[in-house]
């Protein structure tokens, strides 16, 4: 199966589904050009299918108009099924469909990688591929990519109020990591952060080069 019937056999919002596209993108513009030789297929694949299980953790109230066409109702039996199926954890339900999905243990390890809470150590690492799906998931807010440091002052706002909080040292270290791997990443591009733009992923995307890449499954959803 290529990817856009991944995305319809497990059911995936619309937006959940640009957001990956548009994270890959980021992902495989900055392995394209790295000066040093990393597994961009490898990255591609594991940024397509970072956040399978998300819906778990999605409130459907907060944003309607991305629930459209099929709407809330529809949205949330979907919600239900997953819930069923894979429990209530979001991280564990992307694993287990990326497992049902055969991606190797090289993919499932750049999954990992990915996450707010992994940005200390995907700092320390040497693998520039880690830090490659770090970043790259960092770049993109909901309708599209954006420079990093409006992305962490959305984010910064966004967490200080769930926390209850005027400002949050977690969160401090963890945008103070992100902005050290982008250092480290670009110290080794031709390339520089602001070369990568929503109109040059809206072009990948376009193009249809996610749909060359097959993923077979392994048991039915």
Same mark, same amino acid.
């Given at each position: 199966?290529?990817?856009s019937?991944?995305?319809? &056999? ?7 589904q ?9 992902? &495989?513009?900055?392995?394209d ?8 297929? @490898? ?7 970072h *956040? ?6 999605? @409130? ?7 629930l ?8 949330e ?14 991280h ?22 990915? +996450? ?14 880690? &830090?490659?799906?770090?970043?790259? *998931? ?7 990519v954006? *420079?990093?440091?409006?992305?962490? @002052?959305? +984010?910064?706002k966004?967490y ?8 949050d040292?977690?969160?401090e270290? +963890?945008?103070? @990591?992100?902005?050290?791997?982008e &250092?480290?990443i670009f ?8 070369d990568?733009?929503?109109t040059l ?21």
């Open positions: 199966m290529d990817i019937q991944i995305y319809s &056999k497990y059911k995936l919002l619309p937006n959940l640009a957001h990956q596209k548009r994270v890959a993108s980021v992902g &495989k513009i900055i392995a050009h790295l000066t040093e030789e990393t597994d961009t297929e @490898n990255v591609v694949k594991a940024l397509l299918l *956040d399978m299980g998300n819906i778990l953790k999605f @409130n459907l109230d907060l944003f309607p108009d991305l459209e066409p099929e709407g809330k109702i529809y949205w039996s979907v919600k239900e099924e997953y819930r069923e199926k894979y429990g209530d954890d979001e564990l339900a992307t694993e287990q469909i990326a497992r049902e999905i055969c991606v190797n243990d090289r993919i499932m390890e750049l999954i990992h990688s990915v +996450g707010f809470s992994k940005t200390e150590e995907n700092r320390n690492t040497t693998d520039v591929a880690k &830090k490659i799906c770090c970043y790259a *998931d960092q770049r993109v807010a909901i309708y599209g954006t *420079d990093l440091g409006t992305r962490l @002052n959305e +984010g910064r966004r200080v109020l769930n926390k209850g909080l005027v400002k040292e977690i969160f270290q +963890g945008a103070a @990591n992100l902005l050290e791997i &250092k480290q110290s080794k591009s031709t390339i520089l952060p602001t990568v733009t929503d992923v809206s072009t990948i995307i376009s193009s249809g080069y996610f749909e060359t890449f097959i993923f077979h499954q392994k048991s039915p959803y």
